[in-house]
Antibody, heavy 115, light 109 residues
Framework: QLQLQESGPGLVKPSETLSLTCTVS??????????WGWIRQPPGKGLEWIGS???????YYNPSLKSRVTISVDTSKNQFSLKLSSVTAADTAVYYC???????WGQGTLVTVSS | QSALTQPRSVSGSPGQSVTISCTGT?????????VSWYQQHPGKAPKLMIY???KRPSGVPDRFSGSKSGNTASLTISGLQAEDEADYYC?????????FGGGTKLTVL
């Protein structure tokens, strides 16, 4: 049974780059037809899709974040990652790795942007 | 890409039924049969309740049902129970992209 677990710094300074990793356990990250993604939720607010990466290597990003987001996969480590550059306080949120539209979600990790 | 439109709140008494709507466009809800619904309790990760418009994952009670008409999807919860009180989010595929609704707070009176 596949499981996801986020990891990364809980505090990032303004203007720096937020970096998170999601480790996939219980199966291979590179199996065909799989896709992976990141979703965030600011405190007290709703869910926002950040982006997704497909087994083919294709990536798709939320247009509102596209200029700052990079999602990549490391098949050797069975992990995929998120990088969000030039962060501000508005990027403070719980970040989830997940399969958008599906039932596979990590537990989430709170990232606070503050000096 | 705009968020899907959900009512901010709904309420019902135990045993009653409630329906939560999720309105999008022909580019998302209306264009694909890939609408999901999530239940989220405070401090917890979202839990999938419905996928592909009307399918229930294993373990989700049949009190939860989903449907779609045109650009609007709906989640119906029948036989309301106290533990159903939570936030509910719809999510739709939008052609390589995904979009969420703003969320609906369900209060069980």
């Amino acid at each position: 049974q596949l499981q996801l677990q986020e990891s990364g710094p809980g505090l990032v300074k303004p203007s720096e780059t937020l970096s998170l990793t999601c480790t996939v356990s219980g199966g291979s990250i590179s199996s065909s037809s799989y896709y992976w993604g990141w979703i965030r939720q600011p405190p007290g607010k709703g869910l926002e899709w950040i982006g997704s990466i497909y087994y083919s290597g294709s990536t798709y990003y939320n247009p509102s974040l596209k200029s700052r987001v990079t999602i990549s996969v490391d098949t050797s480590k069975n992990q995929f990652s998120l990088k969000l550059s030039s962060v501000t306080a508005a990027d403070t949120a719980v970040y989830y790795c997940a399969r958008p539209g599906g039932g596979l979600w990590g537990q989430g990790t709170l990232v606070t942007v503050s000096s | 890409q705009s968020a899907l439109t959900q009512p901010r709140s709904v309420s019902g008494s135990p045993g009653q039924s409630v329906t939560i709507s999720c309105t999008g466009t022909s580019s998302d809800v209306g264009g694909y049969n890939y609408v999901s619904w999530y239940q989220q309790h405070p401090g917890k990760a979202p839990k999938l309740m419905i996928y592909d418009v009307s399918k229930r994952p294993s373990g989700v009670p049949d009190r939860f049902s989903g449907s779609k008409s045109g650009n609007t999807a709906s989640l119906t919860i029948s036989g309301l129970q106290a533990e159903d009180e939570a936030d509910y989010y719809c999510c739709s595929y939008a052609g390589s992209l995904w979009v969420f609704g703003g969320g609906t707070k369900l209060t069980v009176l």
